[in-house]
Protein backbone atom coordinates (compact mmCIF):
# COMPACT_ATOMS: atom_id res chain seq x y z
CA UNK A 1 0.00 0.00 0.00
CA UNK A 2 2.94 2.33 1.05
CA UNK A 3 4.74 1.39 -2.01
CA UNK A 4 1.82 1.95 -4.02
CA UNK A 5 1.47 5.61 -2.36
CA UNK A 6 4.94 6.62 -2.45
CA UNK A 7 5.03 5.38 -6.95
CA UNK A 8 1.92 7.72 -7.51
CA UNK A 9 3.63 10.45 -5.68
CA UNK A 10 6.53 10.26 -7.19
CA UNK A 11 4.92 10.54 -10.53
CA UNK A 12 2.57 13.25 -9.39
CA UNK A 13 5.64 15.56 -8.54
CA UNK A 14 8.21 14.57 -11.65
CA UNK A 15 8.26 16.84 -14.47
CA UNK A 16 5.49 16.81 -16.52
CA UNK A 17 3.27 14.46 -13.74
CA UNK A 18 0.75 17.49 -13.47
CA UNK A 19 1.18 18.29 -9.89
CA UNK A 20 1.08 22.28 -9.83
CA UNK A 21 -1.01 22.92 -12.86
CA UNK A 22 -4.04 22.07 -9.96
CA UNK A 23 -2.42 25.20 -7.99
CA UNK A 24 -1.36 27.47 -10.79
CA UNK A 25 -5.19 27.04 -12.37
CA UNK A 26 -6.61 27.79 -8.28
CA UNK A 27 -4.39 31.00 -8.64
CA UNK A 28 -5.44 32.20 -12.29
CA UNK A 29 -8.82 31.79 -11.52
CA UNK A 30 -9.06 33.72 -8.07
CA UNK A 31 -6.80 36.58 -9.77
CA UNK A 32 -9.43 36.47 -13.02
CA UNK A 33 -12.46 36.98 -10.46
CA UNK A 34 -12.08 41.09 -9.80
CA UNK A 35 -11.09 41.14 -13.22
CA UNK A 36 -15.15 39.95 -13.84
CA UNK A 37 -16.55 40.99 -11.01
CA UNK A 38 -14.59 44.89 -10.27
CA UNK A 39 -12.14 45.81 -7.61
CA UNK A 40 -14.92 46.95 -4.58
CA UNK A 41 -13.36 45.36 -1.71
CA UNK A 42 -16.49 45.41 0.18
CA UNK A 43 -17.89 43.19 -2.33
CA UNK A 44 -15.01 40.92 -2.63
CA UNK A 45 -14.84 40.63 1.20
CA UNK A 46 -18.14 39.12 0.93
CA UNK A 47 -17.32 36.79 -1.49
CA UNK A 48 -14.11 36.00 -1.18
CA UNK A 49 -15.08 32.21 0.89
CA UNK A 50 -17.49 31.30 -1.92
CA UNK A 51 -15.19 31.88 -4.56
CA UNK A 52 -11.79 30.42 -2.79
CA UNK A 53 -14.45 27.02 -2.50
CA UNK A 54 -15.62 27.06 -5.76
CA UNK A 55 -11.92 27.63 -7.20
CA UNK A 56 -10.42 24.51 -5.18
CA UNK A 57 -13.05 22.49 -6.27
CA UNK A 58 -12.60 23.24 -9.89
CA UNK A 59 -8.43 22.81 -9.79
CA UNK A 60 -9.41 19.78 -8.06
CA UNK A 61 -12.15 18.68 -10.84
CA UNK A 62 -9.48 19.62 -13.14
CA UNK A 63 -6.48 17.22 -11.91
CA UNK A 64 -9.17 14.16 -11.90
CA UNK A 65 -8.57 12.86 -15.49
CA UNK A 66 -4.79 11.78 -14.63
CA UNK A 67 -6.03 10.01 -11.87
CA UNK A 68 -6.61 6.92 -13.03
CA UNK A 69 -6.28 7.24 -17.05
CA UNK A 70 -2.45 6.94 -17.11
CA UNK A 71 -2.60 3.52 -15.13
CA UNK A 72 -5.62 2.64 -17.41
CA UNK A 73 -3.57 2.77 -20.85
CA UNK A 74 -0.32 1.12 -19.63
CA UNK A 75 -2.46 -1.44 -17.97
CA UNK A 76 -0.81 -0.59 -13.99
CA UNK A 77 -5.08 -1.08 -13.20
CA UNK A 78 -5.03 -4.58 -14.71
CA UNK A 79 -2.18 -5.33 -12.21
CA UNK A 80 -3.82 -3.65 -8.94
CA UNK A 81 -7.25 -5.42 -10.08
CA UNK A 82 -5.37 -8.84 -10.21
CA UNK A 83 -2.90 -8.19 -6.84
CA UNK A 84 -3.02 -9.75 -3.38
CA UNK A 85 -4.38 -5.84 -2.26
CA UNK A 86 -7.47 -5.21 -2.62
CA UNK A 87 -8.65 -3.04 -5.62
CA UNK A 88 -10.65 -0.98 -2.87
CA UNK A 89 -7.62 -0.38 -1.22
CA UNK A 90 -6.08 0.34 -3.95
CA UNK A 91 -8.20 2.90 -5.11
CA UNK A 92 -8.69 4.63 -1.24
CA UNK A 93 -4.95 5.04 -1.90
CA UNK A 94 -5.29 6.38 -5.06
CA UNK A 95 -7.66 8.99 -3.63
CA UNK A 96 -5.57 9.86 -1.00
CA UNK A 97 -1.84 10.41 -3.24
CA UNK A 98 -4.46 12.75 -5.16
CA UNK A 99 -5.55 14.85 -1.90
CA UNK A 100 -1.45 15.07 -1.06
CA UNK A 101 -1.03 15.90 -4.86
CA UNK A 102 -4.15 18.86 -5.21
CA UNK A 103 -5.58 19.12 -2.14
CA UNK A 104 -3.38 19.69 0.50
CA UNK A 105 -1.57 22.82 -1.66
CA UNK A 106 -4.66 24.03 -2.45
CA UNK A 107 -5.35 24.38 1.08
CA UNK A 108 -2.07 25.84 1.66
CA UNK A 109 -2.81 28.46 -1.05
CA UNK A 110 -5.98 29.18 0.33
CA UNK A 111 -4.78 31.70 2.62
CA UNK A 112 -2.58 33.35 0.60
CA UNK A 113 -4.65 33.71 -2.06
CA UNK A 114 -7.39 35.26 0.51
CA UNK A 115 -5.18 38.07 0.78
CA UNK A 116 -5.69 39.24 -2.78
CA UNK A 117 -9.55 38.94 -2.58
CA UNK A 118 -9.76 40.66 0.76
CA UNK A 119 -10.58 38.15 3.17
CA UNK A 120 -11.52 39.14 6.73
CA UNK A 121 -8.87 38.50 8.95
CA UNK A 122 -11.41 36.25 11.02
CA UNK A 123 -11.90 34.48 8.00
CA UNK A 124 -8.45 32.48 7.29
CA UNK A 125 -8.47 29.98 9.95
CA UNK A 126 -12.17 28.58 9.37
CA UNK A 127 -11.26 28.83 5.63
CA UNK A 128 -8.23 26.76 5.80
CA UNK A 129 -10.30 24.50 8.41
CA UNK A 130 -13.51 24.19 5.98
CA UNK A 131 -10.80 22.79 3.08
CA UNK A 132 -8.79 20.67 5.45
CA UNK A 133 -12.05 18.36 6.14
CA UNK A 134 -13.85 19.03 2.61
CA UNK A 135 -11.27 18.20 0.36
CA UNK A 136 -10.86 14.47 0.83
CA UNK A 137 -14.67 14.31 0.32
CA UNK A 138 -13.64 16.14 -2.81
CA UNK A 139 -10.54 13.49 -3.54
CA UNK A 140 -12.82 10.74 -3.16
CA UNK A 141 -15.96 11.23 -4.75
CA UNK A 142 -13.33 12.32 -7.71
CA UNK A 143 -11.95 8.66 -7.48
CA UNK A 144 -14.86 7.49 -7.59
CA UNK A 145 -15.76 9.91 -11.11
CA UNK A 146 -12.36 8.35 -12.14
CA UNK A 147 -13.77 5.05 -11.91
CA UNK A 148 -16.66 4.99 -14.06
CA UNK A 149 -15.75 6.84 -16.50
CA UNK A 150 -12.00 5.51 -17.09
CA UNK A 151 -12.86 3.16 -19.86
CA UNK A 152 -14.91 5.97 -21.94
CA UNK A 153 -12.89 7.78 -24.72
CA UNK A 154 -12.78 11.52 -24.61
CA UNK A 155 -14.55 10.95 -21.12
CA UNK A 156 -12.89 14.06 -19.26
CA UNK A 157 -16.08 16.52 -19.89
CA UNK A 158 -18.67 13.23 -19.14
CA UNK A 159 -16.78 12.73 -15.75
CA UNK A 160 -17.25 16.68 -14.96
CA UNK A 161 -20.47 16.71 -15.76
CA UNK A 162 -21.22 13.58 -13.26
CA UNK A 163 -18.96 15.05 -10.32
CA UNK A 164 -20.04 18.40 -10.03
CA UNK A 165 -23.53 17.29 -9.14
CA UNK A 166 -21.70 15.02 -6.40
CA UNK A 167 -19.72 18.03 -5.04
CA UNK A 168 -22.96 19.98 -4.45
CA UNK A 169 -23.61 18.82 -0.73
CA UNK A 170 -19.64 19.08 0.17
CA UNK A 171 -19.73 22.71 -1.44
CA UNK A 172 -22.43 23.57 0.49
CA UNK A 173 -21.28 23.07 3.90
CA UNK A 174 -17.49 23.99 2.94
CA UNK A 175 -18.50 27.32 1.72
CA UNK A 176 -21.19 28.13 4.25
CA UNK A 177 -18.43 27.05 7.30
CA UNK A 178 -15.85 29.30 5.67
CA UNK A 179 -18.55 31.77 4.59
CA UNK A 180 -19.70 31.79 8.17
CA UNK A 181 -16.29 31.87 9.74
CA UNK A 182 -15.37 35.38 7.66
CA UNK A 183 -18.30 36.92 9.47
CA UNK A 184 -17.91 36.02 12.62
CA UNK A 185 -20.77 33.50 13.39
CA UNK A 186 -20.62 29.69 14.37
CA UNK A 187 -19.28 27.32 12.25
CA UNK A 188 -19.66 24.19 13.96
CA UNK A 189 -22.44 22.38 12.74
CA UNK A 190 -21.52 23.05 9.08
CA UNK A 191 -18.31 21.80 9.82
CA UNK A 192 -19.49 19.05 11.22
CA UNK A 193 -21.75 18.37 8.64
CA UNK A 194 -18.60 18.58 6.16
CA UNK A 195 -16.57 16.04 8.35
CA UNK A 196 -19.50 13.75 8.22
CA UNK A 197 -19.60 14.03 4.20
CA UNK A 198 -15.65 13.56 4.08
CA UNK A 199 -15.60 10.80 6.65
CA UNK A 200 -18.66 8.75 4.90
CA UNK A 201 -17.08 9.34 1.07
CA UNK A 202 -13.43 8.00 2.30
CA UNK A 203 -15.61 5.08 4.56
CA UNK A 204 -17.43 4.44 1.04
CA UNK A 205 -16.57 5.18 -2.20
CA UNK A 206 -13.67 3.39 -2.24
CA UNK A 207 -16.11 0.36 -2.77
CA UNK A 208 -18.39 1.92 -5.05
CA UNK A 209 -15.03 3.23 -7.40
CA UNK A 210 -13.90 -0.49 -7.24
CA UNK A 211 -17.02 -1.85 -8.24
CA UNK A 212 -17.50 0.48 -11.04
CA UNK A 213 -13.34 -0.28 -12.17
CA UNK A 214 -14.26 -4.25 -11.77
CA UNK A 215 -16.92 -3.19 -14.46
CA UNK A 216 -14.97 -1.52 -16.99
CA UNK A 217 -11.96 -3.71 -16.46
CA UNK A 218 -13.40 -7.00 -16.84
CA UNK B 1 -65.72 28.18 -22.84
CA UNK B 2 -62.70 29.08 -21.65
CA UNK B 3 -63.17 30.08 -18.07
CA UNK B 4 -62.44 33.83 -17.13
CA UNK B 5 -58.72 33.25 -16.38
CA UNK B 6 -58.22 37.70 -14.85
CA UNK B 7 -55.07 38.84 -15.13
CA UNK B 8 -52.99 35.61 -14.85
CA UNK B 9 -54.70 34.16 -18.20
CA UNK B 10 -51.27 34.45 -19.95
CA UNK B 11 -49.59 32.67 -17.10
CA UNK B 12 -52.11 29.79 -16.89
CA UNK B 13 -52.30 29.45 -20.52
CA UNK B 14 -48.42 29.53 -21.21
CA UNK B 15 -47.90 26.65 -18.10
CA UNK B 16 -50.40 24.84 -19.76
CA UNK B 17 -49.38 24.97 -23.56
CA UNK B 18 -45.29 24.42 -22.66
CA UNK B 19 -46.19 21.44 -20.70
CA UNK B 20 -48.51 19.85 -23.31
CA UNK B 21 -46.19 20.72 -26.11
CA UNK B 22 -43.34 19.00 -23.47
CA UNK B 23 -45.25 16.49 -23.35
CA UNK B 24 -46.16 15.70 -27.01
CA UNK B 25 -42.65 15.97 -27.77
CA UNK B 26 -41.96 13.47 -25.65
CA UNK B 27 -44.54 11.21 -26.98
CA UNK B 28 -43.91 11.52 -30.69
CA UNK B 29 -40.10 11.15 -29.73
CA UNK B 30 -40.40 7.67 -27.91
CA UNK B 31 -42.73 6.51 -30.55
CA UNK B 32 -40.91 7.16 -33.53
CA UNK B 33 -37.59 5.62 -32.03
CA UNK B 34 -39.88 2.41 -31.08
CA UNK B 35 -41.45 1.98 -34.44
CA UNK B 36 -37.60 2.86 -35.73
CA UNK B 37 -36.17 0.07 -33.37
CA UNK B 38 -39.05 -2.69 -33.88
CA UNK B 39 -39.13 -2.32 -37.58
CA UNK B 40 -35.34 -3.01 -37.75
CA UNK B 41 -35.81 -5.87 -35.75
CA UNK B 42 -38.31 -7.07 -37.67
CA UNK B 43 -35.93 -6.89 -40.69
CA UNK B 44 -33.04 -8.60 -39.14
CA UNK B 45 -35.53 -11.15 -37.97
CA UNK B 46 -36.74 -12.19 -41.66
CA UNK B 47 -33.05 -12.03 -42.32
CA UNK B 48 -31.76 -14.50 -39.93
CA UNK B 49 -34.47 -16.72 -40.62
CA UNK B 50 -33.68 -17.06 -44.28
CA UNK B 51 -29.92 -17.75 -43.14
CA UNK B 52 -31.28 -20.40 -41.61
CA UNK B 53 -32.96 -22.03 -43.86
CA UNK B 54 -30.62 -21.82 -46.52
CA UNK C 1 -25.61 -13.69 -25.74
CA UNK C 2 -27.21 -16.66 -24.33
CA UNK C 3 -31.08 -17.12 -22.52
CA UNK C 4 -31.77 -13.78 -21.67
CA UNK C 5 -32.86 -12.03 -25.21
CA UNK C 6 -35.48 -15.11 -25.11
CA UNK C 7 -36.64 -16.50 -21.71
CA UNK C 8 -37.18 -12.62 -19.62
CA UNK C 9 -37.94 -10.67 -22.01
CA UNK C 10 -40.12 -12.61 -24.40
CA UNK C 11 -42.51 -12.98 -20.96
CA UNK C 12 -42.02 -9.31 -19.75
CA UNK C 13 -43.29 -8.04 -23.63
CA UNK C 14 -46.24 -10.47 -23.55
CA UNK C 15 -47.63 -9.38 -20.27
CA UNK C 16 -46.84 -5.33 -21.24
CA UNK C 17 -48.72 -5.81 -24.45
CA UNK C 18 -51.17 -7.20 -22.57
CA UNK C 19 -50.57 -3.81 -19.97
CA UNK C 20 -50.42 -1.44 -22.08
CA UNK C 21 -53.37 -0.62 -24.21
CA UNK C 22 -55.43 -0.11 -20.70
CA UNK C 23 -52.44 1.70 -19.59
CA UNK C 24 -52.63 4.19 -22.58
CA UNK C 25 -56.35 4.39 -22.87
CA UNK C 26 -56.32 5.23 -18.49
CA UNK C 27 -53.73 7.90 -18.77
CA UNK C 28 -54.90 9.49 -21.26
CA UNK C 29 -58.86 9.86 -19.61
CA UNK C 30 -57.17 10.53 -16.44
CA UNK C 31 -54.94 13.21 -17.49
CA UNK C 32 -57.85 14.19 -20.18
CA UNK C 33 -60.53 14.63 -16.92
CA UNK C 34 -57.73 15.89 -13.77
CA UNK C 35 -56.70 18.80 -16.27
CA UNK C 36 -59.89 19.71 -17.82
CA UNK C 37 -61.67 19.48 -14.50
CA UNK C 38 -58.99 21.56 -13.13
CA UNK C 39 -59.14 23.96 -15.79
CA UNK C 40 -62.59 24.41 -17.15
CA UNK C 41 -64.47 23.06 -13.28
CA UNK C 42 -62.32 24.65 -10.60
CA UNK C 43 -63.00 28.10 -8.70
CA UNK C 44 -59.58 30.50 -8.48
CA UNK C 45 -58.11 30.90 -5.16
CA UNK C 46 -58.84 33.63 -3.44
CA UNK C 47 -55.19 34.40 -3.21
CA UNK C 48 -53.54 33.20 -6.04
CA UNK C 49 -56.06 33.90 -8.88
CA UNK C 50 -56.29 31.85 -11.97
CA UNK C 51 -52.70 30.63 -11.45
CA UNK C 52 -53.63 27.70 -8.50
CA UNK C 53 -54.55 26.03 -11.97
CA UNK C 54 -51.22 25.33 -12.99
CA UNK C 55 -50.85 22.67 -10.33
CA UNK C 56 -52.59 19.97 -12.13
CA UNK C 57 -49.73 20.23 -14.27
CA UNK C 58 -46.82 21.11 -11.74
CA UNK C 59 -47.81 18.84 -9.14
CA UNK C 60 -47.86 15.36 -10.93
CA UNK C 61 -44.95 16.56 -12.85
CA UNK C 62 -42.68 16.72 -9.88
CA UNK C 63 -44.58 13.89 -8.01
CA UNK C 64 -42.98 11.77 -11.52
CA UNK C 65 -39.63 13.13 -11.47
CA UNK C 66 -39.14 12.19 -7.99
CA UNK C 67 -40.60 8.58 -8.52
CA UNK C 68 -38.90 7.99 -11.70
CA UNK C 69 -35.52 8.60 -10.36
CA UNK C 70 -37.02 6.09 -7.01
CA UNK C 71 -38.09 3.49 -9.65
CA UNK C 72 -34.73 3.66 -11.52
CA UNK C 73 -32.91 3.14 -8.36
CA UNK C 74 -34.85 0.40 -7.53
CA UNK C 75 -34.33 -0.90 -10.98
CA UNK C 76 -30.91 -0.47 -10.96
CA UNK C 77 -30.40 -2.36 -7.18
CA UNK C 78 -32.19 -5.51 -9.30
CA UNK C 79 -29.90 -5.45 -12.30
CA UNK C 80 -26.87 -5.31 -9.60
CA UNK C 81 -27.96 -8.36 -7.88
CA UNK C 82 -30.31 -10.39 -10.19
CA UNK C 83 -29.14 -9.54 -13.45
CA UNK C 84 -32.49 -8.99 -15.23
CA UNK C 85 -31.72 -7.42 -18.35
CA UNK C 86 -35.22 -5.90 -18.80
CA UNK C 87 -34.58 -4.27 -15.11
CA UNK C 88 -31.54 -2.45 -16.61
CA UNK C 89 -33.45 -1.64 -19.31
CA UNK C 90 -36.40 -0.44 -17.63
CA UNK C 91 -34.08 1.93 -15.66
CA UNK C 92 -32.77 3.22 -19.28
CA UNK C 93 -35.84 3.94 -20.73
CA UNK C 94 -37.36 5.85 -17.58
CA UNK C 95 -34.79 8.23 -17.45
CA UNK C 96 -35.39 11.01 -20.25
CA UNK C 97 -39.06 10.52 -19.13
CA UNK C 98 -37.82 12.17 -15.55
CA UNK C 99 -36.15 14.55 -17.12
CA UNK C 100 -38.93 15.74 -19.16
CA UNK C 101 -41.20 16.05 -16.05
CA UNK C 102 -38.14 17.61 -14.34
CA UNK C 103 -38.25 20.08 -17.07
CA UNK C 104 -41.92 20.56 -17.16
CA UNK C 105 -41.63 20.90 -13.11
CA UNK C 106 -39.58 23.67 -13.63
CA UNK C 107 -41.11 25.38 -16.01
CA UNK C 108 -44.69 25.64 -14.77
CA UNK C 109 -43.25 26.68 -11.07
CA UNK C 110 -41.38 29.56 -12.96
CA UNK C 111 -44.24 30.78 -15.00
CA UNK C 112 -46.28 30.03 -11.85
CA UNK C 113 -43.62 31.82 -9.58
CA UNK C 114 -43.33 35.04 -11.71
CA UNK C 115 -46.68 36.53 -10.87
CA UNK C 116 -47.00 34.76 -7.15
CA UNK C 117 -43.21 35.64 -5.89
CA UNK C 118 -42.45 38.32 -8.34
CA UNK C 119 -39.65 36.15 -9.66
CA UNK C 120 -38.77 33.45 -11.84
CA UNK C 121 -36.21 31.79 -9.82
CA UNK C 122 -35.81 32.31 -6.42
CA UNK C 123 -32.75 29.43 -4.96
CA UNK C 124 -35.46 28.53 -2.75
CA UNK C 125 -34.78 24.45 -1.24
CA UNK C 126 -37.33 22.63 -3.20
CA UNK C 127 -36.56 24.45 -6.64
CA UNK C 128 -32.90 23.76 -6.16
CA UNK C 129 -33.35 20.70 -5.39
CA UNK C 130 -35.11 20.37 -8.53
CA UNK C 131 -32.54 21.57 -10.44
CA UNK C 132 -29.88 19.67 -8.74
CA UNK C 133 -32.11 16.40 -9.75
CA UNK C 134 -32.47 17.66 -13.42
CA UNK C 135 -28.16 17.47 -13.42
CA UNK C 136 -28.45 14.04 -11.72
CA UNK C 137 -31.39 12.52 -14.98
CA UNK C 138 -28.56 14.45 -17.60
CA UNK C 139 -25.58 12.62 -16.17
CA UNK C 140 -27.00 9.43 -16.04
CA UNK C 141 -28.27 9.49 -19.77
CA UNK C 142 -25.29 10.91 -20.91
CA UNK C 143 -23.35 7.81 -19.46
CA UNK C 144 -25.71 5.75 -20.52
CA UNK C 145 -24.73 7.23 -24.04
CA UNK C 146 -21.42 7.26 -23.46
CA UNK C 147 -20.45 3.87 -22.48
CA UNK C 148 -20.53 1.40 -25.44
CA UNK C 149 -20.43 -2.41 -24.41
CA UNK C 150 -24.46 -2.68 -22.80
CA UNK C 151 -23.87 -4.60 -20.16
CA UNK C 152 -21.28 -2.14 -18.78
CA UNK C 153 -23.36 0.52 -19.15
CA UNK C 154 -25.88 -0.74 -17.40
CA UNK C 155 -23.32 -1.84 -14.56
CA UNK C 156 -21.90 1.84 -14.77
CA UNK C 157 -24.98 3.40 -14.66
CA UNK C 158 -26.37 1.25 -12.04
CA UNK C 159 -23.55 2.12 -10.07
CA UNK C 160 -24.18 5.86 -10.62
CA UNK C 161 -27.36 5.69 -9.80
CA UNK C 162 -27.08 4.47 -6.09
CA UNK C 163 -24.35 6.65 -5.61
CA UNK C 164 -25.83 9.33 -7.14
CA UNK C 165 -29.36 8.55 -5.09
CA UNK C 166 -27.42 8.84 -1.88
CA UNK C 167 -25.51 12.40 -3.01
CA UNK C 168 -29.18 13.84 -3.75
CA UNK C 169 -30.39 12.85 -0.14
CA UNK C 170 -27.81 14.93 0.97
CA UNK C 171 -28.02 17.76 -1.73
CA UNK C 172 -31.46 18.07 -0.44
CA UNK C 173 -30.51 18.40 3.70
CA UNK C 174 -27.63 20.79 1.89
CA UNK C 175 -29.64 22.90 0.54
CA UNK C 176 -32.37 22.92 3.15
CA UNK C 177 -29.92 24.05 5.28
CA UNK C 178 -27.68 26.45 3.12
CA UNK C 179 -31.07 28.22 2.09
CA UNK C 180 -32.32 28.67 5.77
CA UNK C 181 -28.79 30.84 6.07
CA UNK C 182 -30.59 33.10 3.38
CA UNK C 183 -34.04 33.40 3.56
CA UNK C 184 -37.04 31.86 4.30
CA UNK C 185 -38.72 28.77 2.56
CA UNK C 186 -41.31 29.19 0.28
CA UNK C 187 -44.37 31.50 1.59
CA UNK C 188 -47.33 29.58 -0.33
CA UNK C 189 -46.88 26.15 -0.48
CA UNK C 190 -49.23 24.34 -1.93
CA UNK C 191 -47.62 20.74 -2.08
CA UNK C 192 -48.97 20.54 1.68
CA UNK C 193 -52.18 18.66 1.17
CA UNK C 194 -53.52 19.48 4.47
CA UNK C 195 -54.12 23.22 3.10
CA UNK C 196 -55.48 22.31 0.13
CA UNK C 197 -59.77 21.81 0.20
CA UNK C 198 -61.36 19.38 -1.90
CA UNK C 199 -62.29 21.13 -4.64
CA UNK C 200 -58.74 21.21 -5.95
CA UNK C 201 -58.04 17.97 -4.22
CA UNK C 202 -60.33 15.91 -6.23
CA UNK C 203 -59.35 16.93 -9.46
CA UNK C 204 -55.08 16.80 -8.43
CA UNK C 205 -55.39 13.08 -7.84
CA UNK C 206 -57.10 12.14 -11.09
CA UNK C 207 -54.37 14.09 -12.91
CA UNK C 208 -51.64 12.72 -10.55
CA UNK C 209 -52.89 9.10 -11.38
CA UNK C 210 -53.44 10.04 -15.17
CA UNK C 211 -49.39 11.16 -15.07
CA UNK C 212 -48.76 7.88 -13.33
CA UNK C 213 -49.96 5.73 -15.71
CA UNK C 214 -49.40 7.80 -18.53
CA UNK C 215 -45.24 6.87 -16.57
CA UNK C 216 -46.12 3.53 -16.90
CA UNK C 217 -47.49 3.20 -20.38
CA UNK C 218 -44.24 5.10 -21.70
CA UNK C 219 -42.24 3.09 -19.52
CA UNK C 220 -43.17 -0.31 -20.76
CA UNK C 221 -42.95 1.13 -24.33
CA UNK C 222 -39.74 2.51 -23.97
CA UNK C 223 -38.32 -0.69 -22.80
CA UNK C 224 -39.13 -2.81 -25.49
CA UNK C 225 -38.19 -0.34 -27.58
CA UNK C 226 -34.54 -1.05 -25.96
CA UNK C 227 -34.74 -4.69 -26.17
CA UNK C 228 -35.77 -4.64 -29.36
CA UNK C 229 -32.83 -2.19 -29.90
CA UNK C 230 -30.58 -5.46 -27.73
CA UNK C 231 -31.94 -8.14 -30.40
CA UNK C 232 -31.43 -6.35 -33.38
CA UNK C 233 -27.42 -6.01 -32.12
CA UNK C 234 -27.28 -9.68 -30.72
CA UNK C 235 -28.56 -10.98 -33.90
CA UNK C 236 -26.62 -8.22 -36.06
CA UNK C 237 -23.09 -9.55 -35.13
CA UNK C 238 -24.62 -13.43 -35.20
CA UNK C 239 -25.06 -12.78 -38.74
CA UNK C 240 -22.20 -10.93 -38.96
CA UNK C 241 -20.47 -14.22 -38.30
CA UNK C 242 -22.28 -16.42 -40.51
CA UNK C 243 -21.71 -14.13 -43.29
Given at each position: MIALLVRDLRLAFRAGGGFGLGLAFFLILVVLVPFSIGPQSALLASIAPGILWLGALLACLLSLDRLLALDFEDGTLDVLATAPLPLEAALAVK???????????????????????????????????????????????????????????????????????????????????????????????????LAGISLGAIALLPFAAAAALRMTIR | MIPDLGKYAEAVLGAYGLSLLLLAALLILTLRRGKKARAALRRIEEETARHGKG | MSLWEYANPVKFLALSARVQPFAWAAAAIGIFVGLAWGFFATPDDFRQGSTVKIIYIHVPAAWIAINAWIMMLVASLVWLVRRHHVSALAAKAAAPVGLVMTVIGLLTGAIWGQPMWGTWWAWDPRLTSF????????????????????????????VLCLVGSVFALLSRYAVLFWSQGLHQGASLSLDKEENISNVFWLPLVVSIGGFTLLFLALVLYRTGTEIALRRTRALGVRLDRHT
Open positions: GLAHWITTGLPLVLAAPVLGVLLNLPAQGFGWLVVSLVLGTPALSMIGTFGAALTVGIKRGGLLMSLLVLPLYVPTLIFGAEAARRGAVGMAVETPLLL | - | LILFLFYLGYIALWEAVEDPDTAADLTS
